[in-house]
């Protein structure tokens, strides 16, 4: 691991000695965030659904505030984000914890980059992950609730990576990383990630990913989207992660058609399988080993100014008995689940 880190140093010092120049211009400082609340009714009147970020049921509630701050410096550059609120305190690190009245706030970005040349970079710090789809963020995200391979996969890799651009069709990411959501690494820097990234033709984009290290597994992920009209876009995530010593993992797809009927009101589904493997060691997330649950979301996004307000209905099917029924309930005791929700979020 240490000859791997000192393979990519190597390649950055080689790179700097062609890279140096003498302009130093300085850009302002850039402050970007959002801002989200939302209510959610889940039809059991109990919150059966156990994915982000919408967790409450029958209240309005908050998700968080988020502030972002970037800034260049002739070749090089930082970014910090910091977020407030149950969305950012507690629910996007799986080590936070609601009644923990000192954990106030939540680290989403904070990393350097400098640019060598105008095809290769590094970056250092902890950063929102490489792998996945969806973000934590609500801006970037089309649906407010999350997918299970979201909840499943990383939020966050601290580490420092190399980005090398090979056209402009063609670019790769390797870094080496803590293991995931973690600032500090007390098994030490463990993880190797790597990132293709295509771009066949114009509106469309592909990135497969690939993230191993222990205890976290190996997964490997594919998210792609394609323009196909100025009206029509299409997603995909597909993800299989095992566990160390056949200790499990999961595996998943999900599709995202989005269909813009103007330039503020659009339409989208999200339809999802998502399977856990057989004799999970790691715990089981969200369901049973050997248990999936198909998953579909239509969520609507009307647009005025900065807002977004995004009604959603979402019905949920598993393989066994993974959901109650209503509130008095005693455990899960059905198959299916439904919830609707009304988020709002403002984007600045």
Same mark, same amino acid.
């Given at each position: 691991? +240490? !000859? !791997? *880190?000192?393979?990519?140093?190597?390649?950055?010092?080689?790179? $700097?000695?062609?890279?140096?120049?003498?302009?130093?211009?300085?850009?302002?400082?850039? +402050?970007?965030?959002? @801002?989200?609340?939302?209510?959610?009714?889940?039809?059991?009147?109990?919150?059966? +659904?156990?994915?982000?970020?919408?967790?409450?049921?029958?209240?309005?509630?908050?998700?968080?505030?988020?502030?972002?701050?970037?800034?260049?410096?002739?070749?090089?550059?930082? @970014?910090?984000?910091?977020?407030?609120?149950?969305?950012?305190?507690?629910?996007?690190?799986?080590?936070?914890?609601?009644?923990?009245?000192?954990?106030?706030?939540?680290?989403?970005?904070?990393?350097?980059? $400098?640019?060598?040349?105008?095809?290769?970079?590094?970056?250092?710090?902890?950063?929102?992950?490489?792998?996945?789809?969806?973000?934590?963020?609500?801006?970037?995200?089309?649906?407010?609730?999350?997918?299970?391979?979201? /909840?499943?996969?990383?939020? =966050?890799?601290? /580490?420092? !990576?190399?980005?090398?651009?090979?056209?402009?069709? &063609?670019? @790769?990411?390797?870094?080496?990383?803590?293991?995931?959501?973690?600032?500090?690494?007390?098994?030490?820097?463990?993880?190797?990630?790597? =990132?293709?990234? *295509?771009?066949?033709?114009?509106?469309?984009?592909?990135?497969?990913?690939? *993230?191993?290290?222990?205890?976290? /597994?190996?997964?490997?992920?594919?998210?792609?989207?394609?323009?196909?009209?100025?009206?029509?876009?299409?997603?995909?995530?597909?993800?299989?992660?095992?566990?160390?010593?056949?200790?499990?993992?999961?595996?998943?797809?999900?599709?995202?058609? =989005? $269909?813009?009927?103007?330039?503020?009101?659009?339409?989208?589904?999200?339809?999802?399988?998502?399977? @856990?493997?057989?004799?999970?060691?790691? /715990?089981?997330?969200?369901?049973?080993?050997?248990?999936?649950?198909?998953?579909?979301?239509?969520?609507?996004?009307?647009?005025?100014?900065?807002?977004?307000?995004?009604?959603?209905?979402?019905?949920?099917?598993?393989?066994?008995? &993974?959901?109650?029924?209503?509130?008095?309930?005693?455990?899960?005791?059905? !198959?299916?689940?439904? =919830?609707?929700?009304?988020?709002?979020? $403002?984007?600045?």
């Amino acid at each position: 691991m +240490i !000859k !791997k *880190l000192l393979a990519i140093v190597a390649i950055a010092g080689t790179s $700097y000695a062609h890279a140096q120049d003498t302009t130093s211009t300085s850009s302002p400082l850039e +402050i970007s965030g959002s @801002v989200d609340t939302y209510y959610k009714y889940d039809f059991s009147g109990v919150g059966n +659904i156990p994915t982000y970020f919408n967790s409450d049921q029958n209240s309005i509630s908050l998700g968080m505030i988020d502030v972002a701050l970037k800034k260049s410096t002739g070749k090089a550059s930082f @970014v910090g984000e910091l977020s407030f609120g149950p969305r950012g305190q507690y629910q996007s690190i799986p080590t936070g914890d609601d009644t923990d009245p000192s954990n106030t706030f939540h680290i989403q970005n904070l990393y350097v980059n $400098y640019a060598f040349t105008d095809k290769f970079s590094m970056t250092a710090g902890y950063m929102g992950t490489f792998v996945g789809y969806e973000v934590i963020s609500p801006v970037a995200n089309f649906n407010y609730s999350t997918s299970y391979l979201f /909840g499943a996969g990383p939020f =966050q890799n601290a /580490g420092i !990576k190399a980005n090398y651009a090979v056209s402009d069709k &063609v670019g @790769v990411m390797v870094g080496l990383f803590n293991d995931w959501n973690t600032y500090q690494d007390l098994n030490g820097v463990s993880d190797f990630g790597a =990132q293709l990234s *295509l771009a066949p033709v114009e509106g469309w984009n592909a990135y497969i990913n690939f *993230l191993t290290g222990y205890p976290s /597994g190996t997964i490997i992920d594919l998210t792609t989207t394609y323009q196909l009209t100025d009206a029509f876009k299409l997603g995909l995530n597909a993800a299989d992660r095992t566990m160390p010593s056949d200790g499990g993992g999961y595996t998943g797809v999900a599709l995202y058609p =989005q $269909y813009s009927l103007s330039d503020n009101f659009a339409l989208g589904l999200r339809g999802e399988y998502f399977k @856990v493997k057989k004799d999970d060691a790691a /715990g089981a997330i969200f369901v049973s080993p050997d248990e999936s649950i198909t998953s579909l979301t239509l969520s609507a996004n009307l647009k005025a100014g900065g807002l977004t307000f995004i009604p959603e209905l979402r019905l949920d099917n598993a393989s066994e008995d &993974v959901f109650m029924k209503k509130k008095t309930s005693m455990g899960a005791d059905t !198959k299916s689940a439904s =919830q609707f929700s009304l988020a709002v979020v $403002y984007a600045f």
